[in-house]
């Protein structure tokens, strides 16, 4: 893989983000920017990396919050799902109800579907549909890494108990999508410690009838 991988722990939330880039193009994508994104800005122009894509795995306020910061610096696309497209428009307006101020984010280039290649650089990052966590929620494979944001976490999976989310959808989503990937693939989840589908499918309380719902 000619892809390097760069995490951060930002915000308010403590979310992951991830920036992507082929090192010797230096053409790079950023899966969920949060709150702070400054700070991968820095990165990218220390290291003199041309962001072209956002990639948003879902819309929740803050895992797009750095939209705005990231498109202010860098001529780039925003791509989600449809299906978020209205949780993307009002994502600003519902951090006010966390007590947190977020700029609205520009409006997506377009929409990513089940099967979409995603180019960066000389790799193509492949787009699975992982509705659940929202309705639009998709997840971004390649070469034995997976970044899913917050529809799989390390012992865990993402609440469903707000607006568009779904228990049963979620769970259709990890088992038929994402657990039939390589058991050695990395996965990258929106917060909390990396983990892989072998640790998951073995040992997840949530997936092997041990645990509940996740609020």
Same mark, same amino acid.
């Given at each position: 893989?000619? &892809?390097?991988?760069?995490?951060?722990?930002?915000?308010?939330?403590?979310?992951?983000?991830?920036?992507?880039?082929?090192?010797?193009?230096?053409?790079?994508?950023?899966?969920?920017?949060?709150?702070?994104?400054?700070?991968?800005?820095?990165?990218?122009?220390?290291?003199?990396?041309?962001?072209?894509?956002?990639?948003?795995?879902?819309?929740?306020?803050?895992?797009?919050?750095?939209?705005?910061?990231?498109?202010?610096?860098?001529?780039?696309?925003?791509?989600?799902?449809?299906?978020?497209?209205?949780? &993307?428009?009002?994502?600003?307006?519902?951090?006010?109800?966390?007590?947190?101020?977020?700029?609205?984010?520009?409006?997506?280039?377009?929409?990513?579907?089940?099967?979409?290649?995603?180019?960066?650089?000389?790799?193509?990052?492949?787009?699975?549909?992982?509705?659940?966590?929202?309705?639009?929620?998709?997840?971004?494979?390649?070469?034995?890494?997976?970044?899913?944001?917050?529809?799989?976490?390390?012992?865990?999976?993402?609440?469903?108990?707000?607006?568009?989310?779904?228990?049963?959808?979620?769970?259709?989503?990890?088992?038929?999508?994402?657990?039939?990937?390589?058991?050695?693939?990395?996965?990258?989840?929106?917060?909390?410690?990396?983990?892989?589908?072998?640790?998951?499918?073995?040992?997840?309380?949530?997936?092997?009838?041990?645990?509940?719902?996740?609020?």
């Amino acid at each position: 893989m000619f &892809l390097n991988i760069k995490s951060f722990v930002l915000g308010a939330l403590q979310n992951n983000s991830y920036l992507l880039w082929d090192d010797s193009e230096k053409i790079g994508c950023v899966i969920d920017p949060p709150m702070d994104s400054e700070v991968i800005v820095g990165f990218a122009k220390k290291n003199e990396i041309q962001i072209t894509k956002i990639l948003n795995t879902h819309c929740h306020f803050d895992h797009i919050a750095g939209n705005a910061v990231i498109s202010k610096f860098f001529k780039l696309e925003i791509l989600i799902n449809r299906k978020d497209l209205e949780l &993307l428009r009002e994502s600003h307006i519902i951090a006010e109800d966390f007590g947190l101020m977020v700029d609205p984010s520009p409006e997506p280039a377009g929409f990513l579907s089940e099967g979409d290649m995603i180019e960066i650089g000389r790799e193509k990052l492949k787009v699975i549909e992982t509705p659940g966590h929202t309705q639009g929620g998709v997840s971004f494979y390649i070469s034995g890494h997976l970044f899913c944001g917050d529809t799989l976490f390390s012992g865990s999976i993402g609440r469903t108990d707000l607006e568009g989310g779904d228990f049963e959808t979620l769970i259709k989503s990890i088992r038929e999508k994402l657990f039939v990937l390589p058991p050695e693939t990395r996965v990258h989840p929106g917060h909390g410690e990396e983990t892989t589908i072998a640790r998951e499918i073995g040992g997840n309380p949530f997936l092997t009838g041990n645990g509940e719902d996740f609020v």
